[in-house]
């Protein structure tokens, strides 16, 4: 089956700090999906990338959707306390129509 | 608008009970996905409904059920309960349960089997 690997698990930054998180696909995606879940929350989307190559932006928040369609990034500049949480992409394959298969996710802490 | 709302909040149960699980969906969406989310891990596909029919299910043992009502919202049951059942249950709406839809989560029910 589809599977969605997240790296890396952990990542602490001190604030201001930029940050990374890298999502692989097993198989091409259809599109992908990035959410990100507060300590104690439920996840909460933040974007949707579906075309080859696509880079969105949204303030100090840059995703990315690989050629292929099966990868994509998160990069977050210059991090604030506010972006304490774990970012989690899914995605979904042409074999499902609704099925989002999610990622581990990579848990983001930082030092003020 | 009210969001999705899911209940109970928190649920303790010992090995072999069953336990029901409920979700309300965004007004106006007829989907409801079903998730399972264990402690450090992303969230787990179970079960998707649109329109009162089981669309998909994941790879979850058939002690899971779920259904849903007229009114779009849903239950999830699982019987027979295991110490490895316990996880964030989280319930997505979405307006027809499309990959391409934005998934809003509930805030979950988190289940502790003892």
């Known amino acids: 089956g589809q599977q969605v690997m997240q790296i890396p698990q952990y990542q602490h930054v001190q604030e201001g700090e930029d940050f990374t998180t890298y999502c692989n696909s097993s198989?091409?995606?259809?599109?992908i999906q990035w959410y990100k879940q507060r300590p104690g929350g439920h996840p909460v989307f933040l974007i949707q990338l579906v075309k080859s190559g696509e880079v969105k932006k949204q303030k100090r928040l840059t995703f990315q959707f690989g050629e292929a369609k099966k990868n994509s990034s998160l990069h977050i500049t210059a991090t604030q306390t506010t972006d304490v949480g774990t970012y989690f992409c899914a995605g979904s394959s042409g074999g499902s129509n609704y099925k989002l298969t999610f990622g581990k996710g990579t848990l983001l802490t930082v030092n003020p | 608008d009210a969001g999705v709302t899911q209940s109970p909040t928190h649920l303790i149960k010992t090995r072999g009970q069953h336990v029901t699980l409920r979700c309300s969906p965004i007004?106006?969406?007829?989907?409801v996905s079903w998730y399972q989310q264990v402690l450090g891990q992303g969230p787990q596909f179970i079960f998707q409904y649109y329109e009162k029919e089981e669309r998909g299910r994941g790879n979850f043992p058939d002690r899971f059920s779920a259904r849903q009502f007229p009114n779009y919202s849903s239950e999830l049951n699982v019987n027979a309960l295991l110490l490895g059942d316990s996880a964030l249950y989280l319930c997505?709406?979405?307006?027809?349960?499309?990959?391409?839809?934005?998934?809003?989560f509930g805030p979950g029910t988190r289940l502790l089997v003892l």
């Open positions: 007004s106006g969406h007829k989907s």
């Open positions: 198989t091409t995606l259809s599109n």
């Open positions: 997505a709406s979405s307006l027809v349960g499309g990959s391409w839809e934005t998934q809003y």
